[in-house]
Nanobody
């Protein structure tokens, strides 16, 4: 089991930036991929970005954030980050960090069904 704690959510103006952090503990050596998801009330959880934990960490992004968000990880600190630039009002959501321990397809990297450990979420609000 992997324990996850997100931080970094805040209120920011449109066009601004935030960096979310996901602190990982427990059986982190079993992690195959870490992903960020987001959810607004009344909507399904949406995959935002994912990073694999192999030697060559491949990264994946949803079309709605590609070019604006960057996912990265620090193996020594056991942290995964989501740098969010040029934020828009439609980015407002609760953001969740999740880890999966089983291999997955490319499409599966942004599917919540592929992940078995979740953090408690951090609120991001983009508003003027």
């Amino acid at each position: 089991q992997v324990q996850l704690v997100e931080s970094g959510g805040d209120l920011v103006q449109p066009g601004g930036s935030l960096r979310l952090s996901c602190a990982q503990s427990g059986r982190t050596s079993d992690v195959f991929a870490t992903a960020w998801f987001r959810q607004v009330p009344g909507k399904e959880r949406e995959g935002v970005s994912a990073i694999l934990h192999g030697r060559n960490p491949q990264r994946y992004y949803s079309s709605s954030v590609r070019g604006r968000f960057t996912i990265s990880r620090d193996n020594v600190k056991k942290m995964v980050y989501l740098q969010m630039n040029n934020l828009r009002s439609e980015d407002t959501a609760v953001y969740y960090c999740a880890t999966g321990t089983e291999s997955m397809t490319i499409a599966g990297t942004l599917d919540p069904e592929s992940y078995d450990s979740w953090g408690q979420g951090t609120q991001v609000t983009v508003s003027s």
